[in-house]
């Protein structure tokens, strides 16, 4: 594979069109919706669709909805699952990973209405994305689920702003200039505040699997209690700016590993405000991991299996 052919670039390029197709079905989510009115919402994921959840938190509760998000590990375990009066938002990519399938089962039959977001035609979905994606690094399918949350707080209620102005901003991320040019020495931290703590959480996981860089991605307040002492001038913070409440503290933190030493790359998105910044925001997150993967001549489709011996030793341990 040579840079800038990976089904990974490919994918994100088309994930305006796929946005303005969902924008234009909105009927299956209005259905959904329906499910959740008046019920607790737990909103459950695994990995990128973790985030994803905590993500459908935030935009249902601006719709007055109470809504968690809970691991489905978790809940196999003897944690917090559904019980009576709640309603159950399940994320998945492809329906395969076995707790979110256990969960989704508990769920039937303990007739706790669920709505399940994920691919077309992947086992148990009930609000369709995108066709599942041939690279590992979900970037459409996660960023089409956060369209059908946005869909599902809209129908309930929720004031977000101009969901249909989201895939131009999207568009514009994409072609705008790279949000970080060059990968630090030591570590790749990314920071944001409100939902995009969980964006910052993201672009993390999706450098890790990619490029395979140390990377980190806190909340602001968390990040500063404690992680930020160690940034220095072999290190990079990624500061995400949504706007919000939160974002002076953002960049108050910016500032001080600036003064520390550290490469501070600001990425701003406040157009469209801050609960709907998730959209350019993530797109920004996913550039930087495509972009440093290219750069360090590592496949962002694999999963880290081009490495030898690698997908021998991890495969067994299945979904």
């Known amino acids: 594979m040579t840079a800038g052919d990976s089904a990974m670039r490919a994918t994100m390029a088309r994930q305006p069109a796929d946005l303005r197709r969902l924008l234009a079905d909105p009927d299956p989510a209005a259905r959904a919706a329906e499910l959740l009115s008046g019920r607790r919402v737990l909103l459950a994921g695994t990995g990128t669709s973790w985030h994803a959840a905590n993500h459908g938190a935030w ?4 719709a007055g909805l109470e809504a968690w998000p809970l691991q489905p590990f978790d809940a196999a375990v003897g944690g917090p699952r559904p019980s009576a009066g709640d309603a159950l938002v399940l994320l998945s990519h492809t329906g395969e990973k076995r707790h979110s399938a256990d969960l989704l089962a508990r ?3 303990d007739g706790v209405p669920t709505v399940a977001i994920g691919g077309i035609g992947t086992r148990g979905t009930t609000l369709e994305t995108v066709e599942v994606e041939t690279s590992s690094a979900y970037t459409a399918s996660h960023l089409d689920a956060l369209l059908r949350l946005a869909q599902l707080a809209v129908a309930l209620g929720a004031s977000l702003g101009d969901l249909d102005a989201v895939p131009d901003a999207v568009a514009a991320t994409l072609a705008g200039p790279s949000p970080v040019a060059a990968a630090p020495r030591r570590l790749l931290e990314f920071t944001g505040a409100g939902p995009n703590a969980w964006t910052a959480a993201e672009g993390a996981l999706k450098l890790r699997e990619t490029a395979r860089i140390a ?3 806190l909340m602001v307040e968390q990040l500063h209690h404690g992680p930020a002492v160690a940034l220095g001038p072999d290190d990079a913070l990624v500061a995400l700016d949504g706007g919000g409440p939160g974002a002076s503290r ?6 001080a590993a600036e003064a520390s030493g550290a490469t501070v790359h600001r990425v701003v998105a406040r157009d469209l405000g801050e609960p709907l910044s998730i959209f350019p925001l993530t ?5 930087i991991a495509l972009e440093l993967a290219e750069a360090a ?10 490495v ?6 991890w495969e067994p341990l299945g979904f």
């Open 250 to 255: 953002v960049a108050e933190v910016a500032d």
């Open 215 to 217: 990377t980190q991605g």
């Open 308 to 313: 030898p011996g690698r997908e021998a030793i």
């Open 59 to 62: 935009l249902l509760r601006a």
């Open 297 to 306: 001549d590592t496949d962002p489709d694999a999963f880290g299996y081009d």
């Open 107 to 109: 769920a039937a039959r």
């Open 283 to 287: 797109v920004a997150v996913q550039r």
